[in-house]
């Protein structure tokens, strides 16, 4: 049963086809400036009965013509995918009358090495190797700017990234990207952040939805106090998670020190610092 973070996968790509592009080619494929991008039917229907759905494909219009790209979800192994996935190239290289090839997204490390598998399907000389996405081909997005120029590779980062050593510039990047997108549409960003908190572990979850705060509605001082705690309060606890995350002990007077202090810049220095420290005492120094 697909859950949520595999459809929000599925979904990037056809909301941003050109997206598959980008993938490839940092898998190292060699494609040619490509002109346009557009989702095509993910249906794999053979001459039977039976009928194979993928999660997504993409046409891809490159100067020397066109090129699909059939985008698997997978989070965990499956060998009926080791009789499907040569079906899917094959159903989209004859339908669209082009060359085809396979994109795997595989958050879990175990199960992308699995995906990785050369699949042989009989003939000689015909062996398929799947494309599987890791975190090496996935650019780490810490400019918020980055994230709204496009969005769903900054889905893919938080995904990816999110509990490395630059996670918290990561979340931070996501938390001001949408920002950034509500300025011109505020469902748009809505739907953005939705995804981002899909596909990311429980802590850089807690973390994000920490930071994501909301400006101001009130103009009375009495509002205004309110609301500025409960931003320092979400910051702090915000610097709690993420230290938690990574393995950092914190002792009952350092957490404190952490959830007394209502100076804003202070909370948001210790939030990016809290991503390189190797002890909690040292997020002070």
């Keep these: 049963m697909p859950t949520r973070e595999h459809d929000v996968l599925a979904e990037l790509f056809r909301w941003r086809p050109a997206l598959a592009a980008d993938l490839v080619t940092g898998l190292g494929v060699d494609l040619p400036d490509v002109r346009e991008a557009s989702h095509c039917s993910e249906s794999f229907t053979d001459l039977k009965t039976s009928e194979y759905t993928g999660d997504a494909a993409v ?39 082009c060359p085809a090839m396979l994109l795997v997204v595989a958050p879990d490390r175990d199960v992308a090495k699995w995906c990785a598998r050369k699949i042989e399907t009989g003939h000689p000389g015909h062996t398929l190797t799947p494309l599987v996405l890791q975190a090496d081909n996935v650019p780490e997005l810490t400019d918020p700017k980055d994230f709204l120029a496009n969005p769903p590779m900054g889905v893919l980062s938080a995904m990816f990234h999110s509990g490395g050593p630059e996670g918290m510039k990561v979340l931070q990047a996501a938390s001001d990207g949408t920002d950034l997108i509500a300025d011109a549409d505020r469902r748009l960003a809505r739907r953005y952040v939705d995804c981002v908190l899909a596909v990311v572990p429980q802590a850089a979850r807690d973390a994000l939805e920490a930071l994501m705060m909301t400006e101001s509605e009130f103009y009375s001082d009495t509002f205004r106090n309110a609301e500025a705690n409960a931003e320092a309060k979400a910051k702090a606890e915000a610097v709690l998670t993420f230290l938690h995350a990574r393995g950092i002990a914190v002792t009952e007077a350092q957490k404190e020190r952490i959830s007394g202090c209502r100076d804003l810049a202070q909370l948001q220095d210790w939030i990016a610092r809290s991503a390189t420290v190797e002890s909690a005492g040292d997020l002070f120094g």
């Design 59 to 97: 046409l891809l219009e490159l100067d020397s013509g066109r090129f699909g790209v059939v985008v698997e979800v997978q989070r965990q192994e499956d060998t009926d995918k080791l009789w499907t996935w040569p079906l899917y190239i094959a159903t989209l290289r004859a339908r669209e009358r």
